[in-house]
């Protein structure tokens, strides 16, 4: 009988990456000015050397119905009309990334909202400056993220693979 990586932990049980926590995933995408400023390849780079796993990407010129939906809390903001003709400016860069904690952990790298008050070392903390140009989006719940994940992507559009490190970052 094998013994299986989680037999030979120190950690308590909350520690382990369940078959469901590892598969936990999150929206992130890349908007207009990040896009332009050619940070694509630098904010995916975060995320796979972080340890997540990429299982859906695609660039798309977002429609307004689908920002509408996206932002659907955000409609009765001043800020809404500016944030659709952002959004809208160019093309977007979309992504699941999925793995333990993944939703909560994204928020961390991804940083504060406003920019000014986002860490170094975010990627809003080192990339942007202003709060209407904030380069990344990262889904802020689980059920959040399903919600997005499921407007933006289509099931075929989400590739189920098994990455070979996957025991080596998470137990
Ligand atoms: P987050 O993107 O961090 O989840 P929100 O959901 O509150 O933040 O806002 C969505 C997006 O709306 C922000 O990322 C930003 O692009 C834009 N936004 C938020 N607040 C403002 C603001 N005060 N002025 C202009 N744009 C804003």
Redesign the pocket.
Known sequence: NKIHPCQISNYGFSYYCTASAGRERTLIAV?PDGVQRRLVGQIIQRFEQRGFKLVGLKMLKAPEDLLSQH?HN?QK?S?YP??LC?MTSGPVVVMVWEGFNVVQTSRMMVGS?NPAEAQPGTVRGDFSIH??R?VV??S?SVAGAEREIQLWFNGRELIDWDCCDHNIVCE
């Open positions: 908007k932002y955000l903001k800020f500016y944030l952002y909202t709060v209407s904030n989006h990262a802020d």
